[in-house]
C-alpha cells in the first residue's frame, strides 16, 4: 500500500481552492464527491478487500484534518460516509459487509440518520419503528439534520425494533422516502443537510444489519464513536487553516509602522492559536492510536477528543476573525467559514455539554460514560 501521507495529498488536491465557491453556493459538486468515494477517500478505513484503503484510525485522522482544513463541508461528508460504512463494519454480517461496503467505496454517496424532532442527545427518545412483514421491513418516522443526506443514494437509519434497536440500509430513492434539505444552515452549507421522512418504507429484511434486535447503547456507539473521532480531527484541520491564514495576515498587514504580528497582544492570538491547534492534534492523536490499540480507554479518550478539538476550533476561530478584523469577516472566507462551522462541531455527534458529562461519569466510575 501507498505511503499513508498520499490520500490526503490527493483529497487536497481534488478539493482545489473551491470552497468559497461551495459554501456561498450552498452545494458540493456530486461528480467530486462521486470521484473521490471512488478513490476510497471518504471512508479509508474500510478494508482493501472491500475496495477501501485499509487506513489506520491515526492515517485517516490526518486525511480528515487534510480535508476539514480544505473545506469543513467535504469534511462533512467524508464523516457521514465513514460513519456510514463503520456501522456496517460493525454491526453488519459477513454478507452484508461483502455486499453493501464495495457501495461505499465504488463512488455510492451515504448518510446516517440519528436525530429527530425529540431525540437529539437522548437518543434513547428514538420514535422512528422497524416492522417485520414476512421477508420484508416497513420503516415509518423521520430523521433532522442528516448530514449528506441531499447527496446520498443510500440512508443508514436507526430506530426502534420490537424490542431492542436496529440500524437498516435504505436506498434513498426507495418509494416513501423524502428527503427535503434544511435552508440556510450555519455553518457546513455545502454538506447536504436534510430531513428525512420514511412513510412505510418496504426493504427487504436482510437490510437490517445483524438481523436487528440489538442493545441501543451498542447501535449507537458503533456509528457516533467513529463521528466523534472523525469530527474531532475535522476540527484540527479547521485549526490548521485559521493558522496559516492568521500568520499570513498578520506578517503583512502593518498598523503603526510595524506588521500586526509584531504588536503584542496580536502576537498573543498567534501563540495561542499554536497552542490550540496542537492540544487538538495531539488528544486526536491519543485517541486514535486507543482506536487503532482496541485500548478500553477509546470511548472516553474519543469523547475527550471531540470535546477538546470542537472548544478549540471555536474559539480559535473566533480569534482568527479577530485578528483579520474587516479582511475575513465576509461570507466565504476562510476564517468566517471557520467561525461558522467550529460552532456546529461543538453541537453536532454530542454536543460540549454532554461530552462533558460523559467524561465526568467515566472518573466517576468503570462504564459510566456510556449510559445516558
Known amino acids: 500500500m501507498s505511503s499513508p501521507i498520499e490520500p490526503a495529498e490527493l483529497a487536497a488536491e481534488l478539493l482545489g481552492d473551491d470552497a468559497e465557491t461551495w459554501d456561498l453556493a450552498c452545494a458540493l459538486p456530486r461528480d467530486l464527491l462521486v470521484d473521490l468515494g471512488k478513490r476510497g477517500l471518504l471512508c479509508a478505513e474500510v478494508p482493501t478487500r472491500y475496495g477501501g484503503l485499509g487506513l489506520s484510525s491515526e492515517h485517516n485522522g490526518e486525511l480528515t484534518a487534510r480535508v476539514g482544513a480544505v473545506c469543513s463541508s467535504a469534511r462533512s461528508v467524508l464523516t457521514s460516509q465513514g460513519m456510514a460504512a463503520w456501522t456496517i463494519q460493525r454491526l453488519g454480517s459477513r454478507d452484508q459487509r461483502a455486499a453493501y461496503l464495495p457501495l461505499l ?141 492568521v500568520t499570513e495576515h498578520a506578517s503583512v498587514r502593518e498598523q503603526f509602522g510595524k506588521p500586526i504580528g509584531e504588536h503584542q497582544l496580536v502576537a498573543g492570538h498567534v501563540a495561542g492559536l499554536v497552542a490550540a491547534e496542537q492540544i487538538a492534534t495531539r488528544v486526536c492523536e491519543h485517541a486514535s492510536r486507543c482506536w487503532d490499540s482496541g485500548s478500553p480507554e477509546m470511548v472516553t479518550a474519543t469523547v475527550l477528543a471531540k470535546y477538546v478539538s470542537s472548544e478549540q476550533a471555536a474559539r480559535g476561530a473566533a480569534t482568527a476573525v479577530q485578528v483579520l478584523a474587516s479582511a475575513g469577516a465576509h461570507d466565504g472566507h476562510v476564517v468566517a467559514r471557520a467561525y ?23 472518573a466517576l466510575g468503570p462504564g459510566r460514560e456510556n449510559k445516558p
Open 105 to 245: 467505496t465504488g463512488g455510492g454517496l451515504a448518510a446516517v440518520g440519528f436525530s429527530e424532532t425529540g431525540a437529539g442527545s437522548d437518543l434513547s427518545a428514538l420514535t422512528t419503528s422497524f416492522t417485520a412483514r414476512g421477508d420484508s421491513l416497513v420503516v415509518d418516522g423521520a430523521k433532522v439534520w442528516v448530514t449528506a443526506a441531499a447527496y446520498a443514494d443510500h440512508l443508514v437509519i436507526f430506530g426502534r425494533y420490537g424490542d431492542g434497536a436496529a440500524a437498516a440500509v435504505i436506498p434513498a430513492s426507495a418509494p416513501g422516502v423524502t428527503i427535503e434539505r434544511v435552508p440556510h444552515p450555519l455553518g457546513c452549507r455545502a454538506a447536504g443537510h436534510a430531513n428525512i421522512t420514511l412513510d412505510a418504507v418496504r426493504v427487504p429484511a436482510a437490510a437490517v444489519l445483524g438481523g436487528g434486535g440489538l442493545s441501543l447503547p451498542l447501535v449507537v456507539t458503533a456509528a457516533l464513536s467513529y463521528g466523534r473521532m472523525s469530527v474531532a480531527w475535522g476540527c484540527v484541520g479547521i485549526l490548521r487553516a485559521c493558522l496559516a491564514a
Open 340 to 362: 461558522r462551522d467550529a460552532k456546529l462541531m461543538e453541537i453536532i455527534e454530542g454536543s460540549s455539554e454532554l461530552c462533558r458529562l460523559m467524561l465526568a461519569r467515566s
